[in-house]
């Protein structure tokens, strides 16, 4: 067997996709940003998972509403901005253009190529997080990050979070395709 | 504003890690294919979600353990393979060198630079998927995966899924400092 260190029980699942989390909190809109998110379900229900201290959260409890927006490496600064101010003292709408979609209190983010808004249909507590669960209601998609009408990565430019390097990271490119490439080793 | 297209309610929160998630199924190991996953706690708690027809799902319930292996770009034809034939006609454990860690009933693929072994606490069902919650117990590097003791993506060259484009990716390059380039924008 080849050698193996252990790491204790390290979380590393990464990297992972970071997303900026809108709601509207207090009668005004922020964002935060979150990379601990998840796939829940292919029934379009996906999860965010914020710290219990986090201002956001008051926001979605309420409203049972949030928006994902996924920013492009263009946008890292602020990104990183709005994860490491809270809302409780920064107005960090101020930073954005705002766009609304079908539910009034999901604001999301014109600069951003994707948005997605949500509805809350689930939240599971844990001792020091919550994670809403989230029905995806509509997509958005600027017209420039569209390949053949579905979303090419290519364009968007998404940035990833690792934990491990605390650092953001870049997509590189198409490696493969699912459910094909694998195909040559059945007999 | 700029343009954007209404895509319906898409599932955009894409790319994903692509993991091979391990268990003991009838007395036998098993691995499949998981790219909808998530972090649900900075307690060290991770989430799989597994359509409910999935064979693996079965020995998650029973022994309430699995392991989360993440394979490397060199890996992606067994690794897209796991996600194509159901460990009910076929022995998928058998493309692997398997070791075992502290718990006895979450088996590890050896060829993979990282593995972690979780234990079960709780399962969230929504109507087409069981998605399980597990505490990592005891995460498993290779050597040459590390830098400074800590795990380095640039050498593992973990495999990305998205949906959109039904292709596994490649990560790119390291891009900015997290919670340290976006101080750039505090007064």
Request: proline fraction near 5%; glycine fraction near 6%.
């Amino acid at each position: 067997m080849k050698p193996k260190r252990e790491l204790g029980a390290t979380n590393a699942l990464y990297p992972t996709l970071t997303i900026l989390v809108g709601a509207i909190v207090n009668g005004k809109p922020n964002f935060v940003t979150v990379a601990h998110i998840g796939i829940m379900s292919i029934e379009n229900l996906i999860s965010i998972s914020l710290s219990k201290i986090c201002h956001t959260n008051l926001g979605v409890r309420e409203n049972a509403t949030f928006s994902v927006n996924i920013p492009t490496e263009a946008q890292v600064k602020e990104t990183d901005y709005c994860g490491i101010v809270s809302g409780k003292s920064v107005d960090k709408a101020a930073l954005f253009k705002i766009f609304y979609g079908t539910l009034d209190t999901a604001p999301m983010i014109v600069e951003c190529p994707i948005n997605m808004e949500c509805r809350l249909v689930k939240t599971v507590e844990f001792p020091k997080s919550d994670v809403f669960v989230g029905e995806i209601v509509q997509t958005y998609c600027d017209e420039n990050a569209l390949e053949h009408g579905g979303v090419d990565l290519a364009k968007v430019r998404p940035i990833l979070f690792d934990m491990n390097s605390r650092s953001y990271w870049s997509l590189g490119e198409k490696l493969a395709p699912c459910w094909r490439i694998g195909r040559d080793l059945e007999e």
